[in-house]
């Protein structure tokens, strides 16, 4: 596949009640495309997941239009 590796890490900043406090750090590294990497923040963790592995996947795919768009084949 495009994906060789995923490395995730989460992060809670035991803030106040109701505060912005759940941290996911994203790295991807794709095989013949540059790495991506990305911050998600969001006040639950199931929350915070969600939204990075839908940015995940638009990323990927925007790396692999762009790619293909400037002629280079996976």
Same mark, same amino acid.
């Given at each position: 596949?495009?994906?060789?590796?995923?490395?995730?890490?989460?992060?809670?900043?035991?803030?106040?009640?109701?505060?912005?406090?759940?941290? &996911?750090?994203?790295?991807?590294?794709? /095989?013949?495309?540059?790495? %991506?990497?990305?911050?998600?923040?969001? @006040?639950? $963790?199931?929350? &915070?997941?969600?939204?990075?592995?839908? /940015?995940?996947?638009?990323? %990927?795919?925007?790396?692999?239009?762009? @790619?293909? $768009?400037?002629?280079?084949?996976?």
């Amino acid at each position: 596949g495009i994906v060789e590796s995923v490395h995730v890490v989460i992060t809670d900043g035991n803030g106040p009640e109701r505060e912005v406090d759940k941290r &996911c750090d994203v790295e991807v590294q794709l /095989r013949r495309f540059p790495h %991506i990497e990305f911050t998600c923040h969001d @006040n639950s $963790l199931e929350s &915070c997941l969600t939204r990075a592995a839908d /940015r995940c996947g638009r990323s %990927i795919s925007r790396a692999v239009e762009r @790619n293909r $768009l400037n002629g280079i084949g996976m």
